[in-house]
């Protein structure tokens, strides 16, 4: 069974700070891991791709790999009230003709107050 | 940028019917399309992985013969939900995989709301 999971929220930060989100998975062979931003009623978009172990940074986002752990996490620095939302980790467990396929966890819901 | 569509954006339907969903991909083409469904406060769950001009394969879980599948060219997947009922309403999303990318980057559609009265 490949599991995904996050950190339980919801979490709330004030405007400016930094939020953390925590992704942890199953599947050793998983190469590949993704971070999505979900608001209610839409569909998924995609913040941040990451495959290989450290970290890679996107403007105020910054994602960090450990395959060793099987561990991965989201920092939002200077965190803004557009960033409340649910995110989403997903973590690619296909390979060959099925890449791309993505188990996702049960999301982190984020809030942040002005 | 790569654009997903996905129509109807919102169907109500009798139980019993059957309702199909189409995903597209407006502006490139797509070898590999998949189809996820999100219930209320839950994330998305993979149902099916669709390659063009093969059979889908199904999560395990997921009955494909009341989830059908069809990838009948590069730019379009179809779901057709057969008998729906009530515990199918949910939130299909579809996403499409570019062909000429060895990533397993994917761009979602906007998603389908399905409820089944």
């Known amino acids: 069974q490949k599991e995904v999971e996050q950190n339980s929220g919801p979490l709330s930060v004030p405007e400016g700070a930094i939020a953390s989100l925590n992704c942890t998975y199953s599947?050793?062979?998983?190469?590949?891991f993704f971070w999505y931003r979900q608001y209610s009623g839409k569909s998924p978009e995609l913040i941040m791709s990451i495959y290989s172990n450290g970290d890679k940074e996107d403007g105020r986002f910054t994602a960090q790999l450990n395959k060793a752990s099987q561990y991965v996490s989201l920092l939002i620095r200077d965190s803004q009230p557009s960033d409340s939302a649910t995110y989403l980790c997903?973590?690619?467990?296909?390979?060959?003709?099925?890449?791309?396929?993505?188990?996702f966890g049960r999301g982190t819901q984020l809030t942040v107050w002005p | 940028g790569a654009v997903v569509s996905q129509h109807p954006s919102r169907v109500i339907c009798k139980s019993g019917t059957s309702v199909k969903i189409e995903c597209r991909s407006l502006d490139f083409q797509a070898t590999t399309m998949f189809w996820y469904r999100q219930f209320p406060k839950q994330s998305l769950m993979l149902m099916a992985t669709s390659n063009e001009g093969s059979k889908a394969t199904y999560e395990q879980g997921v009955e494909k013969d009341k989830f059908l599948i069809n990838h009948a060219s590069l730019t379009l997947s179809t779901l057709t939900v057969t008998s729906a009922h009530p515990e199918d309403s949910s939130f299909y999303i579809c996403?499409?995989?570019?062909?000429?990318?060895?990533?397993?980057?994917?761009?979602f559609g906007p998603g389908t709301r399905l409820t089944v009265l």
């Open positions: 997903a973590v690619n467990i296909g390979r060959g003709s099925t890449l791309g396929r993505l188990y």
């Open positions: 599947d050793r062979g998983s190469q590949s």
């Open positions: 996403s499409a995989r570019p062909w000429e990318t060895s990533r397993d980057t994917q761009y």
